[in-house]
């Protein structure tokens, strides 16, 4: 099946299904997963084809349990699955590591107004991952777990303090300065104070800029994490060590220290706090009776 690659193959039912993952971090996954869960993943952030086939056939397979997970834009892929009412009720577990974000009005930056269509869309896209979250707190914690199946539902979050994505001006390229016209070997960018943030994932389509690109401003993945949490998450919490955990029944939320702008945090998240995070399900998967899955057959 294009796209997807089998990084594990694993002696139980569970079934980790990661998005947005490149193959250099097989290793390390494997290594913090353990050799229960069969693992697949796939570098594409939310693919519309072969992994919601893949996801739907093992959600099939009886006794099958899935935990998503994604890393950045790959977080809006595994919202777009749980969104699926075939798909979701199968996923007891979700790892969304500093990918979950919002749009931002720079008018209404601390308190949505009524009316503002900016402010709806910052609303709508925080709560469609409220359910989880707020089903993951009232979960239990697997260490403690001695009930059903059903009671079971774990969330890890990380975010990192990168908040230069709430300072973007809209629709300006630090490039072209809005013109269209750039100089030989020059790109479409944004400048934020003394940085020049080139990042085509995060590009956006500009029309001035004749569809090349340019960033728009977005909520930061901590005033997301503290808005679905409703804790304060300070960045104090997380020194010395870098990063702080906090939980409450199945959910855990890592803060990971980063500056405003913070190339080496943002990539820690993959290779970081994405093994991290799966480490923390191996409680899940312990407490269940583990039963070899069957695996789909065909391509």
């Known amino acids: 099946m294009p796209h997807v690659r089998v990084v594990q193959k694993g002696r139980s039912n569970w079934v980790v299904i990661l998005f947005y993952i490149g193959p250099l971090l097989d290793d390390s996954l494997r290594r913090a997963a353990g050799p229960e869960p069969h693992i697949l993943a796939t570098e594409m952030a939310n693919p519309q084809e072969s992994l919601a086939e893949l996801v739907l056939r093992y959600a099939k397979v009886p006794g099958a349990s899935i935990v998503l997970g994604a890393v950045g834009p790959g977080c809006q892929g595994v919202l777009s699955r749980m969104e699926d009412p075939s798909v979701g009720p199968k996923v007891m577990g979700l790892l969304l590591c500093d990918g979950v974000n919002a749009p931002f009005c720079e008018e209404h930056p601390e308190k949505a107004a009524e009316g503002c269509e900016l402010c709806q869309a910052r609303s709508h896209a925080i709560w469609a991952w409220q359910p989880f979250i707020s089903r993951a707190k009232r979960a239990q914690d697997p260490s403690l777990y ?8 774990k969330v890890v979050l ?41 990042n085509a994932e995060m590009m956006m389509n500009c029309q001035v800029c004749k569809g090349r690109g340019h960033l728009e401003p977005t909520s930061s993945t901590v005033a997301v994490a503290r808005a679905l949490t409703e804790w304060d998450l300070p960045i104090a919490a997380t020194r010395p060590a870098g990063v702080a955990w906090r ?47 069957e695996e789909p057959g065909g391509e």
């Open 247 to 293: 939980a409450e029944g199945g959910l855990e939320v890592g803060s990971y220290a980063s500056e405003t702008i913070d190339e080496k945090a943002a990539a820690a998240q993959a290779s970081v706090a994405l093994p991290e995070g799966l480490s923390r399900f191996v409680p899940l998967w312990q407490v269940l009776e583990a039963r070899p899955v």
């Open 146 to 153: 001695r009930g059903r199946p059903g009671d079971l539902f």
């Open 158 to 198: 990380t975010h990192t303090y990168e908040n230069y994505v709430e300072r973007i001006r809209r629709g300006r390229c630090a490039s072209c300065g809005g013109t269209g016209q750039l100089p030989i070997g020059r790109i479409h960018n944004v400048q934020i104070g003394k940085h020049v943030i080139d």
